[in-house]
């Protein structure tokens, strides 16, 4: 088995909508959350570069979809954060259309890596993407993010709540799996890593 070595991603390219993504081909795991979920520091966490992140937040580029490249086949996806209020509505619909349209139409998609942070997971945004998700075969792994701010106690209890809600939209051809994590601790940074390999490894096979 081939262990990806995330810290070779590369900036590849920022696109408005699905029609204006790289070729459809290859695989990617796309990373989506809430707006300060914690999503350009676990990036930042997972390749090991901290200007990583940097590039998708740079001015004009935070409602893109922005696209990294591991190897020829294998791409790292920064979808923009969502949830964000200070987003005129008009803005916030057409933005809606081009990620459900992403996460329904996108061949390449294996995987996608949701982040909720463990202090607030499942707002009503993240149960959307779940639902919205829920319409193709993507498998979904939740990040709890921000681990360290919270107790153990509470972060089993969390983790246990999640485990169970998402128990109810497991279908037969996709799973939804959860874990925490802490980009200050790196506490879940392994099995980040094993999850994201097992999806690239898992895709190629075919
Ligand atoms: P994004 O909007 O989802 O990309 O969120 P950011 O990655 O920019 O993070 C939002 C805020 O949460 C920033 O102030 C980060 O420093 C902080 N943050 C992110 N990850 C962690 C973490 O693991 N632990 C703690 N304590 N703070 C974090």
């Not at 999503?39 to 992140?53: E, G, I, Q, R, V």
């Amino acid at each position: 088995m081939t262990i990806i070595n995330f810290q070779t991603a590369t900036f590849l390219s920022s696109a408005p909508s699905l029609s204006k993504c790289p070729p459809d081909e290859g695989i990617e795991v796309a990373f989506a959350g809430r707006s300060n979920a914690g999503k350009s520091t676990a990036l930042n966490t997972l390749t090991k570069n901290k200007k990583l992140a940097k590039t998708s937040k740079t001015p004009g580029r935070t409602q893109l979809i922005n696209f990294f490249s591991l190897t020829e086949n294998q791409r790292l996806v920064d979808l923009p954060g969502y949830g964000y209020a200070k987003v005129p509505l008009e803005i916030k619909k057409k933005w809606d259309i081009n990620l459900s349209n992403y996460l329904r139409y996108r061949q390449s998609l294996k995987g996608l890596i949701l982040m909720m942070d463990c202090r607030h997971p499942l707002t009503r945004y993240d149960q959307q993407m779940l639902d919205w998700s829920s319409q193709t075969d993507i498998n979904i792994h939740i990040l709890l993010t921000k681990a360290d701010k919270e107790r153990n106690n509470a972060l089993n209890a969390t983790l246990n709540h999640v485990n169970q809600f998402v128990m109810k939209t497991q279908k037969p051809l996709r799973t939804v799996t959860a874990q925490l994590f802490s980009s200050k601790t790196k506490l879940g940074l392994t099995q980040l890593e094993e999850q994201i390999n097992f999806w690239f490894q898992e895709s190629s096979q075919f």
